[in-house]
T-cell receptor
């Protein structure tokens, strides 16, 4: 029962490098989201998607791109990494349909990113 | 003002104590409400959904007050294993993918 899988678990980048954080879910959920969590703070929404081919910006989208070509996958791209993007990144999926599980967010284990 | 605000804590309580957390939200169009638990350096996991009529799951009780726009979480007979950060989350409308989270309240239960 994989749920939401994120890779890599850890990453160190140099300023200006680009990379893609991978996220995949096997629950056939329509909705997927990316959050970042800085120390001592809650989760802030970066981008989200309500279905394949549809994405929208969250609270803190600058410096990040997303695409949703399939229901299962929702990669997050850092275009030119900056130290301010040092954070823990969580991917989540949810569904508007599933009875008592409606709208519940299921999270991946996170990617810990350091930008030097 | 943040859309979702929580008591910052930390809450340090002895085993067996009862502790309550509050979370206020600013958007009256909010539809869905949740409490998540987050252990240190781990992902958040659902603790409870919060229903209009209030709901209970063992030692945990969640309540919603729409008039005053807050939700609460009550933990009775605290256990050492309850030590964690508790995040409240609010969804506006039917967009399940767009949750707004509070900054979390840290609970430490001591022997």
């Amino acid at each position: 029962n994989a749920g939401v899988t994120q890779t890599p678990k850890f990453q160190v980048l140099k300023t200006g490098q680009s990379m893609t954080l991978q996220c995949a879910q096997d629950m056939n959920h329509e909705y997927m989201s990316w959050y970042r969590q800085d120390p001592g703070m809650g989760l802030r929404l970066i981008h989200y998607s309500v279905g394949a081919g549809i994405t929208d910006q969250g609270e803190v989208p600058n410096g990040y791109n997303v695409s949703r070509s399939t229901t299962e996958d929702f990669p997050l791209r850092l275009l030119s990494a900056a130290p301010s993007q040092t954070s823990v990144y969580f991917c989540a999926s949810s569904s508007p349909r599933q009875g008592l599980a409606k709208n519940i967010q299921y999270f991946g284990a996170g990617t810990r990113l350091s930008v030097l | 003002r943040k859309e979702v605000e929580q008591d910052p804590g930390p809450f340090n309580v002895p085993e067996g104590a009862t502790v309550a957390f509050n979370c206020t939200y600013s958007n009256s169009a909010s539809q869905s409400f949740f409490w998540y638990r987050q252990d240190c350096r781990k992902e958040p996991k659902l603790l409870m959904s919060v229903y209009s009529s209030g709901n209970e799951d063992g030692r945990f009780t969640a309540q919603l007050n729409r008039a005053s726009q807050y939700i609460s979480l009550l933990i009775r007979d605290s256990k050492l294993s309850d030590s964690a950060t508790y995040l409240c989350a609010v969804n506006i409308g039917t967009n399940a993918g767009k949750s707004t989270f509070g900054d979390g309240t840290t609970l430490t239960v001591k022997p």
